[in-house]
């Protein structure tokens, strides 16, 4: 609560007396001065919504504060029902004009809908004009003077009237003071997303994912909307005063529409939500600016929300984000590289290596945020990279989606996310995506599906016939059939011994070789993968292909939890690969970092587990902890989430990898003095 304009109307209600505050803690009260001193407790979150939406009558929509009523009796109705705020056409409080119910943001639609059907009821005990139902930035007002008690959607406006006036046919023009969609923080857009997919999941009806998936097409136009809308001009995303539901629901599908014929590879189907439903999501984010919300808060609260969302069902297609960030600061890009992840979820690792980038943008031009030139150029170093170095492949058409809409909140490179198997043949992949090429990429950053069994007989010879590593894996210790000089046609190269030529195989092996096809000579890879791969006797030729083609960096063990509670509980290392150029020969004597992490931010049931000092904190402004783990310490900045200082509540900003920290220091001292030991 609190942000952006909210913020500005409620202290301006304090600083003019209107609003008083007293007290501590529990025990802290609310005054509303103008209503005869009226108190409430502070703590209660309903209270704090009513205290903005009361600020806001004041100075947004110009009514006297000694014309507003808190907690009026109702007539005609039980002891207990009360309307939160009434504002009157009369100096003596005898003409009720507008009736509003007040609910903590955050409510159901259930519960919404049920405190729609109180202010209404309300409204018309006391026969006024306008009934309001506000829960944060959810808000539904209707329009009596003309519309009969039971009527609940021919008489929408899309915002109270100023002053006694015409309610507007449009609430938010871009540019326009106090007319505009505001910037929100981390905490109010996490509210916003819970409430859309809670809209958009409908109980159950649909699958959190399939949700997930028409949430992604909305954010997609509501996106571009924001951008395109000119100046004073009215948002289309957004309800409109006297709109039907159904030519809300038209106007919003031709937005998608026209998205769809501009790029028909990122969306192909309909929108598959009915208009009741897609109302109700455009009340929870019309609001919001989405665009010009910064990224980190962006970043921040949909990582959240999608590491949240994935565990459970969809657990095996999230990587935990400690674990992302440590295999890209363990093998950093540059602007210049070719960056792929052919197993790519909801895009994890792509954005952690644009996040990496964007910290290396800021630090080539420090002055990019009061600087015009170099505000341009900080933009085009990371974008650029954003938008033509960044690709990736995903067998899930959804989970593609969803990939492809976190880019677009990132600020793009959504068009080179691909849905696609990524182990099909590779003249396939390329007619799909010509940058999808063998030696195409310096750096593939990936954690490939464990455990599925590809079969010759379900995907054709053709499939399994492109890897050699169908070769090296024998059936069990006892049934070995080494043949080097009569290797099956296609089998490992440079003296690694084989097996006779397999008809099934689990993908976490094909996905080995599948990266080093896509690595140029030279290229890098972190690769998460069963410890299988690395201890059992039956994979000892995969671990002979592996050391013929690559230069084993470092091996990094996490712990037997470090998926559990995203219901993947194998137990795994991060492999850190170097592709061998084409004449170069792998040295015995190689150095390996070997390293066991123990502790990784997060405990068996997900719970935190960073140790955490306080760096810096200035009481009502901005706190900095480092957290402490074993792969790397976090500094973590957070920012004051209520206008009110007493509540001593803090949310994250954003958080950074500090250099040189955990294991990531060890491997760099490991890099200038490489001998083999194990950490």
Same mark, same amino acid.
């Given at each position: 609560? !609190? =942000?952006?304009?909210?913020?500005?109307?409620?202290?301006?209600?304090?600083?003019?007396?209107?609003?008083?505050?007293?007290?501590?803690?529990?025990?802290?009260?609310?005054?509303?001065?103008?209503?005869?001193?009226?108190?409430?407790?502070?703590?209660?979150?309903?209270?704090?919504?009513?205290?903005?939406?009361?600020?806001?009558?004041?100075?947004?929509?110009?009514?006297?504060?000694?014309?507003?009523?808190?907690?009026?009796?109702?007539? #005609?109705?039980?002891?207990?029902?009360?309307?939160?705020?009434?504002?009157?056409?009369?100096?003596?409080?005898?003409? %009720?004009?507008?009736?509003?119910?007040?609910?903590?943001? $955050?409510?159901?639609?259930?519960?919404?809908?049920?405190?729609?059907?109180?202010?209404?009821?309300?409204?018309?005990?006391?026969?006024?004009?306008?009934?309001?139902?506000?829960?944060?930035?959810?808000?539904?007002?209707?329009?009596?003077?003309?519309? %009969?008690?039971? &009527?609940?959607? /021919?008489? +929408?406006?899309?915002?109270?009237?100023?002053?006694?006036?015409?309610?507007?046919?449009?609430?938010?023009?871009?540019? =326009?003071?106090?007319?505009?969609?505001?910037?929100?923080?981390?905490?109010?857009?996490?509210?916003?997303?819970?409430?859309?997919?809670?809209?958009?999941?409908?109980? $159950?009806? #649909?699958?959190?994912?399939?949700?997930? $998936?028409?949430?992604?097409?909305? +954010?997609?136009?509501?996106?571009?909307?924001?951008?395109?809308?000119?100046?004073?001009?009215?948002?289309?995303?957004?309800?409109?005063?006297?709109?039907?539901?159904?030519?809300?629901?038209?106007?919003?599908?031709?937005?998608?529409?026209? &998205?769809?014929?501009?790029?028909?590879?990122?969306?192909?189907?309909?929108?598959?939500?009915?208009? +009741?439903?897609?109302?109700?999501?455009?009340?929870?984010?019309?609001?919001?600016?989405?665009?010009?919300?910064?990224?980190?808060?962006?970043?921040?609260?949909?990582?959240?929300?999608?590491?949240?969302? !994935?565990?459970?069902?969809?657990?095996?297609?999230?990587?935990?984000?400690?674990?992302?960030?440590?295999?890209?600061?363990?093998? %950093?890009?540059?602007?210049?590289?070719?960056?792929?992840?052919?197993?790519?979820?909801?895009?994890?690792?792509?954005?952690?290596?644009?996040?990496?980038?964007?910290?290396?943008?800021?630090?080539?031009?420090?002055?990019?945020? /009061?600087?015009?030139? =170099?505000?341009?150029?900080?933009?085009?170093?990371?974008?650029?990279?954003? &938008?033509?170095?960044?690709?990736?492949?995903?067998?899930?058409?959804?989970?593609?989606?969803?990939?492809?809409?976190?880019? +677009?909140?990132?600020?793009?490179?959504?068009?080179?996310?691909?849905?696609?198997?990524?182990?099909?043949?590779?003249?396939?992949?390329?007619?799909?995506?010509?940058?999808?090429?063998?030696?195409?990429?310096?750096?593939?950053?990936?954690?490939?599906?464990?455990?599925?069994?590809?079969?010759?007989?379900?995907?054709?010879?053709?499939?399994?016939?492109?890897?050699?590593?169908?070769?090296?894996?024998?059936?069990?210790? /006892?049934?070995?059939?080494?043949?080097?000089?009569?290797?099956?046609?296609?089998?490992?190269?440079?003296?690694?011994?084989?097996?006779?030529?397999?008809?099934?195989?689990?993908?976490?092996?094909? !996905?080995?070789?599948?990266?080093?096809?896509?690595?140029? %000579?030279?290229?890098?890879a972190a690769i998460i993968v069963p410890d299988g791969i690395l201890t059992n006797s039956s994979l000892q030729g995969v671990r002979n292909w592996l050391m013929s083609h690559y230069q084993i960096l470092a091996v990094v063990s996490v712990p037997q939890f470090a998926f559990a509670h995203y219901d993947a509980g194998v137990k795994a290392s991060i492999l850190f690969l170097r592709r061998y150029q084409d004449n170069e020969t792998p040295s015995d004597d190689e150095a390996i970092f070997m390293a066991q992490a123990e502790n990784i931010g997060y405990d068996a049931t997900g719970r935190d587990t960073f140790q955490k000092t306080l760096e810096t904190e200035t009481l009502g402004e901005k706190r900095i902890e480092i957290w402490h783990c074993d792969l790397f310490d976090y500094r973590v900045i957070f920012e004051w989430s209520t206008a009110d200082p007493k509540d001593h509540r803090w949310s994250e900003r954003g958080r950074t990898v500090i250099?040189?920290?955990?294991?990531? $220091?060890?491997?760099?001292?490991?890099? #200038?003095?490489?001998?083999?030991?194990?950490?």
């Amino acid at each position: 609560m !609190f =942000q952006g304009t909210d913020v500005k109307y409620f202290d301006h209600a304090v600083t003019d007396g209107h609003i008083k505050l007293q007290g501590d803690g529990r025990t802290e009260r609310i005054i509303y001065v103008a209503d005869n001193n009226h108190t409430e407790r502070w703590s209660d979150p309903e209270e704090k919504v009513r205290a903005a939406f009361y600020a806001e009558l004041i100075y947004r929509y110009g009514y006297s504060a000694a014309r507003i009523g808190v907690e009026i009796t109702v007539p #005609r109705r039980t002891p207990s029902d009360r309307a939160d705020l009434v504002v009157y056409a009369d100096d003596d409080r005898k003409d %009720p004009f507008i009736v509003i119910e007040c609910k903590r943001d $955050g409510v159901s639609d259930a519960e919404f809908n049920q405190a729609i059907e109180q202010s209404c009821g309300n409204r018309a005990s006391l026969s006024a004009k306008y009934a309001a139902t506000v829960a944060g930035a959810t808000r539904r007002f209707l329009d009596f003077r003309n519309a %009969p008690n039971l &009527e609940r959607e /021919t008489n +929408i406006v899309s915002d109270l009237p100023v002053s006694y006036g015409e309610p507007p046919k449009w609430r938010f023009y871009k540019g =326009q003071l106090n007319s505009d969609i505001h910037i929100v923080s981390r905490d109010d857009l996490r509210t916003a997303i819970r409430k859309c997919h809670q809209t958009l999941w409908e109980g $159950g009806r #649909r699958s959190p994912i399939t949700a997930f $998936g028409e949430f992604s097409k909305i +954010i997609f136009i509501k996106i571009r909307d924001e951008i395109e809308t000119e100046e004073d001009a009215p948002y289309t995303f957004q309800r409109k005063t006297k709109e039907l539901s159904e030519e809300l629901g038209k106007r919003i599908r031709a937005l998608y529409g026209k &998205e769809q014929k501009r790029e028909p590879d990122v969306f192909p189907e309909l929108l598959a939500v009915d208009d +009741i439903i897609l109302g109700t999501v455009v009340d929870h984010l019309e609001s919001i600016n989405l665009n010009q919300t910064d990224l980190d808060t962006k970043g921040v609260a949909f990582e959240e929300f999608l590491g949240g969302f !994935f565990k459970g069902d969809f657990g095996q297609y999230f990587t935990p984000r400690e674990l992302v960030a440590f295999a890209v600061h363990m093998l %950093p890009p540059s602007a210049d590289d070719l960056v792929l992840d052919p197993a790519c979820g909801s895009g994890g690792f792509l954005l952690h290596a644009l996040d990496y980038i964007r910290g290396v943008a800021s630090q080539r031009y420090p002055r990019y945020e /009061t600087d015009a030139h =170099q505000a341009t150029s900080h933009y085009k170093y990371w974008h650029d990279f954003a &938008e033509k170095h960044l690709f990736g492949i995903e067998i899930n058409e959804e989970l593609a989606r969803v990939a492809k809409m976190n880019m +677009i909140i990132h600020d793009d490179g959504h068009t080179n996310i691909v849905g696609e198997d990524a182990l099909r043949l590779m003249t396939e992949l390329n007619r799909k995506k010509p940058a999808l090429q063998e030696r195409g990429f310096d750096l593939v950053l990936t954690n490939p599906p464990f455990g599925a069994v590809i079969k010759k007989e379900e995907k054709g010879e053709s499939y399994l016939a492109q890897y050699e590593l169908r070769s090296a894996v024998s059936k069990s210790t /006892t049934e070995r059939d080494i043949a080097e000089t009569d290797m099956a046609e296609g089998s490992a190269k440079r003296g690694a011994k084989v097996v006779k030529a397999r008809t099934s195989v689990k993908t976490e092996i094909l !996905f080995l070789e599948r990266v080093f096809q896509f690595l140029k %000579p030279d290229g890098r890879a972190a690769i998460i993968v069963p410890d299988g791969i690395l201890t059992n006797s039956s994979l000892q030729g995969v671990r002979n292909w592996l050391m013929s083609h690559y230069q084993i960096l470092a091996v990094v063990s996490v712990p037997q939890f470090a998926f559990a509670h995203y219901d993947a509980g194998v137990k795994a290392s991060i492999l850190f690969l170097r592709r061998y150029q084409d004449n170069e020969t792998p040295s015995d004597d190689e150095a390996i970092f070997m390293a066991q992490a123990e502790n990784i931010g997060y405990d068996a049931t997900g719970r935190d587990t960073f140790q955490k000092t306080l760096e810096t904190e200035t009481l009502g402004e901005k706190r900095i902890e480092i957290w402490h783990c074993d792969l790397f310490d976090y500094r973590v900045i957070f920012e004051w989430s209520t206008a009110d200082p007493k509540d001593h509540r803090w949310s994250e900003r954003g958080r950074t990898v500090i250099a040189n920290s955990g294991l990531l $220091g060890q491997y760099n001292e490991f890099q #200038r003095n490489p001998d083999p030991f194990f950490v």
